[in-house]
């Protein structure tokens, strides 16, 4: 892909360039006027566009065409983009509108340009876009209301309506930008293709996204993995669904959200995802400093107690630390501030505090090694000094190498006040709570980068699983659910701990295994068309002898024939009651349309909906990554310390599960989804209760 052409041509054709003011030919023209670069206007019903002379089409134009902007009716694109293949044109962009967001008429149109494109080896931005912007060279061919500043950051926007949004924001806070491009339907060039790009660009220190959905997800990770060790890219994702999780067969599938799936996509490969569009240039402001925390521990210094009390409290909610002062500081501090100061973290400078005063508490702070960055939030009161402080934020945070951050509140010299806190590359939020937020999300982004070290080997450390048994198993189940007794075999291949069960297809036979087992036991339908057994009166627990089983064998029957007519049942499970359990987990695998196979972990029974604390992986994955994803979830805290009268759960065990099932899933990819649930936790250790496989 041609994408120098895109971004640094030496000539411009516009076709579909107006004297229409408000159209979108005329915006592109004007906009192009400031390029240095030679610019062509071409519409076959004017002599002239905006004073400058007209081309009836591309192919008059008889100087070098590297690329064209074309601003014409859907209908008209394919044959545009013959006469641009004629002509020798390197790139095109099509900001018309009318293609496969129409219906079919116009996704049959995307396939006419997509083999032209192919057929003429054009690099091709579109359709249905905002166009491009390279500050560095004037290019401005969009029909964006304004330019950007110059700066050193690559903007990617797949809404041309957000993309503005992004340059309008830029410009009140004083942002550069070097490139914007809108992606649109991304017909041809998409974002791995751009990151690649820009990742390469010298002039290039950090890359901003926003993503809707995604064209080529392993293409993405791929790159954005490579990238990352250069420069951070920063994510806001938005038009997140979770329509597809409606087919889901498995807990498993149904909980694991699309938002779930690339927030995990984005943790794997070390990408900073941002929910606040504000916050987007702030982070990554942050980030392009190089000044990552060596850890969570935040000092809060404040000259309003109320304000402080909030940051605390977002401190504690974002799951950071208020890090803790050393005496030497307090000391310190004690003997340069007012006496009725906080004695603590936050460090609250009173009301009336001068410039000079915040800075010997912001200054003694950063000195301090037990904290790892620290925020400045200011109000304007009587006696402050908006504007002389933020010089002295601004100069304090090119002294020390801790990140210093800012939240400057109300309206009262806070516009001077912040542009000051820009020119120093200050990120300032409008509230402290979004603040910790952002240190929290840079905090987890530094984890992550060092958990992109870990590689997982190829084959799965010290277990050899009989693939061919796995594999003539799934064979035999052909496009069906494999029973809970099979499934339960294929995990242990793996070295997942599970409890022996049988299936029975009578009472009788039931009876006798259950007498092998031992009492009590559980008894469970086995039915490839049931997800949930306990709706259907599928279950019965705490069996004490044959006589029960057999009765029981009969009722299950019955209640689930009432409940379900005519549906397909293998026979009854039996398996040794598991009684004194500490958790019960959920640990299974799904199919996302865009990124494959992941593995989820959560809280786990029959309440796992309920509760919905999840997180998920990409596999295959390690044990370091089998925790990670573990730690994202509330029950961890629990899980690790124990709980009341419950021990801490062996996470080693626990890791290893993880690790086993996400080796299992990326070695067949017949298998469509696994659950495990529960997966019990007893004494400790982790056992699978129930669990079926549903292949593809």
């Not at 892909?1 to 041509?9: G, I, L």
């Not at 129409?102 to 091709?124: A, D, F, S």
């Not at 339908?525 to 997800?531: A, G, H, N, R």
């Not at 026979?571 to 992941?598: C, H, R, T």
Request: glycine share 10%; net charge neutral.
């Amino acid at each position: 892909m041609d994408m120098d052409s895109v971004f640094n041509p030496s000539s411009v054709a516009v076709i579909g360039a107006s004297n229409k003011e408000g159209s979108v030919g005329y915006g592109l023209f004007r906009n192009l006027s400031s390029f240095s670069g030679s610019i062509y206007p071409v519409n076959p019903n004017r002599n002239d566009v905006q004073g400058t002379k007209t081309y009836r089409s591309v192919l008059d134009i008889e100087g070098n065409v590297d690329m064209a902007v074309i601003a014409v009716p859907a209908k008209l694109v394919p044959g545009i983009i013959d006469e641009c293949g004629e002509r020798g044109v390197k790139a095109c962009i099509v900001v018309s509108s009318g293609f496969k967001e129409t219906g079919n008429e116009g996704k049959r149109l995307e396939e006419k340009i997509k083999k032209k494109v192919e057929k003429y080896g054009i690099t091709l931005i579109g359709p249905n876009c905002l166009g491009v912007i390279n500050t560095e060279n004037s290019l401005n061919a969009s029909f964006s209301a304004k330019m950007p500043n110059k700066g050193r950051t690559a903007v990617i926007s797949q809404s041309g309506a957000l993309g503005s949004a992004i340059i309008e924001w830029s410009l009140e806070q004083g942002v550069g930008i070097k490139s914007f491009i809108s992606v649109g339907s991304m017909l041809d060039v998409d974002f791995g293709d751009l990151l690649k790009y820009f990742c390469e660009d010298d002039g290039t220190d950090g890359i901003i996204i926003y993503m809707e959905s995604i064209k080529d997800a392993r293409k993405f990770m791929d790159v954005a993995k490579r990238c990352v060790r250069k420069k951070p890219i920063v994510v806001l994702k938005a038009g997140l669904t979770d329509a597809g999780r409606k087919a889901a067969v498995s807990h498993t599938g149904s909980m694991a959200g699309n938002d779930d799936v690339y927030k995990a996509a984005f943790r794997q490969v070390g990408i900073l995802q941002i929910d606040e569009i504000d916050d987007v240039f702030n982070c990554l402001r942050t980030l392009n400093l190089g000044k990552l925390p060596d850890g969570p521990g935040l000092a809060i210094v404040t000259n309003a107690g109320g304000a402080g009390v909030l940051s605390a409290d977002a401190v504690q909610k974002s799951g950071g630390v208020m890090a803790k002062l050393s005496k030497r500081t307090i000391d310190e501090l004690d003997s340069v501030m007012p006496d009725a100061w906080s004695k603590g973290n936050p460090v609250d400078v009173l009301g009336d505090a001068s410039a000079e005063i915040y800075e010997k508490a912001i200054d003694a702070c950063m000195r301090d090694k037990n904290v790892d960055g620290v925020l400045v939030v200011f109000t304007p009161q009587y006696a402050s000094e908006p504007e002389k402080t933020a010089e002295m934020v601004g100069r304090l945070s090119k002294k020390h190498k801790k990140p210093l951050l800012s939240s400057w509140i109300g309206p009262e010299g806070k516009n001077k006040s912040t542009g000051i806190l820009s020119k120093y590359s200050v990120s300032n939020y409008p509230t402290p709570e979004r603040a910790v937020k952002a240190f929290i999300k840079i905090i987890k982004y530094k984890e992550n980068l060092r958990l992109m070290e870990e590689v997982p080997s190829e084959n799965l450390p010290k277990i050899s699983p009989d693939r061919d048994l796995i594999r003539q198993e799934i064979g035999r189940a052909g496009n069906k659910i494999i029973s809970e007794s099979k499934s339960k075999e294929i995990l242990a291949q793996y070295g997942i701990p599970v409890i022996e069960t049988v299936l029975a297809k009578t009472p009788e036979e039931a009876a006798e295994q259950a007498s092998r087992i031992g009492f009590p036991v559980a008894l469970k339908v086995q039915s490839p068309e049931l997800t949930h057994k306990s709706d259907s009166g599928g279950v019965l627990l705490y069996i004490h002898s044959k006589d029960e089983v057999i009765e029981g064998f009969r009722k299950i029957m019955d209640d689930v024939n009432k409940r379900k007519p005519g549906i397909s049942i293998d026979g009854i499970s039996v398996q040794k009651m598991v009684e004194g359990l500490d958790y019960e987990l959920i640990m299974g695998s799904a199919n996302d349309p865009d990124f494959g196979k992941i593995v989820l972990f959560g809280i786990g029974g029959m309440d796992a909906e309920i509760y919905n604390d999840k997180s998920i992986g990409l596999p295959p994955l390690n044990r370091p990554l089998a925790r990670k994803v573990m730690e994202d979830t509330r029950i961890f805290r629990f899980l690790k310390e124990g709980y009341r009268n419950r021990k801490p759960v062996d996470m080693e065990a626990l890791e290893k599960t993880m690790e086993r099932l996400s080796y299992l899933v990326r070695d067949f990819p017949q298998i469509n989804e696994i659950d495990i649930n529960p997966l019990a936790i007893k004494e400790g250790k982790p056992v699978v209760l129930d669990a079926r496989i549903i292949l593809k």
